[in-house]
């Protein structure tokens, strides 16, 4: 085929693609409630967690060195946990979750791709941020083990696990927004952002989504489980 005409094909795909990519995200925006507030979205769960945290905080006493290791330990499993959740219920539609994967997979990931990952509206953050409920929610669950802790005379573990996974997800919100910001941003200029978004836009390539980083915070699971993508591996 002359390189004319390939060229003229590849073009062609590339501009139906922009073409179904800005319908997809149409529709999106267009089904945004009219009440919608992005900062009450961002700030709200955000609000609640760092009060989380500052309680549980409260809680501590005469906090010992082996104590300490449950932070870690709590923050590596929270990031297996996200690497988990990201590849087998946000790209497989695994009833009765598939609604996870329905806003993620076909939405997200078909508006916002490697090229083009900035939200261009405020109003799109409704397409990045977890709903507020459902921070909420995984606040909810994390909150039976540190009672449970506590009745076992571990006040202090206790309170070090809340604060770690309220953390973590609080971080897992923050950073997935920043990705989303234009890069010439405040937020995009933050030091180590740049290179944490180059890790998440990579998987928003549509060819390599389904494979290849899965972690949105720090890629230490990625590392782990060998899913790092490097450009040999393509």
């Not at 060229?7 to 795909?13: E, I, K, P, S, Y």
């Not at 139906?16 to 979205?41: C, F, G, Q, T």
């Not at 609000?47 to 500052?54: D, K, L, S």
């Not at 261009?120 to 709903?131: A, F, G, K, M, Q």
Request: aromatic share 10%; hydrophobic share 45%; proline share 6%.
């Amino acid at each position: 085929m002359p390189d004319l005409a390939r060229t003229a094909l590849v073009d062609h795909g590339v501009n139906l693609h922009e073409d179904m990519r800005n319908r997809v995200r149409e529709k999106a925006n267009a089904e945004i409630p009219s009440w919608y507030s992005p900062l009450l979205h961002l700030l709200f769960p955000s609000t609640v967690g760092i009060a989380c945290i500052v309680l549980a905080a409260m809680q501590l006493r005469d906090v010992k060195p082996y104590e300490l290791l449950i932070v870690p330990l709590v923050y590596l499993i929270s990031n297996a946990a996200e690497w988990r959740a990201h590849k087998y219920l946000l790209h497989k539609r695994t009833p009765p979750l598939q609604v996870l994967y329905d806003r993620h997979t076909p939405q997200h990931h078909m508006i916002f791709v490697t090229h083009d990952m900035s939200i261009r509206d405020r109003r799109e953050w409704r397409l990045v941020l977890i709903p507020f409920y459902g921070v909420l929610t995984i606040l909810a669950v994390t909150v039976p083990g540190a009672i449970l802790l506590a009745l076992a005379g571990e006040r202090n573990l206790g309170a070090l696990f809340v604060m770690t996974t309220t953390f973590y997800v609080l971080s897992y919100e923050w950073l997935h927004l920043a990705y989303h910001m234009p890069l010439d941003s405040f937020v995009g200029k933050f030091p180590g952002i740049a290179t944490l978004r180059k890790h998440h836009a990579t998987h928003h390539d549509p060819e390599l989504m389904q494979k290849w980083n899965f972690n949105v915070t720090v890629p230490i699971w990625d590392w782990v489980r060998g899913t790092t993508y490097k450009e040999r591996a393509r």
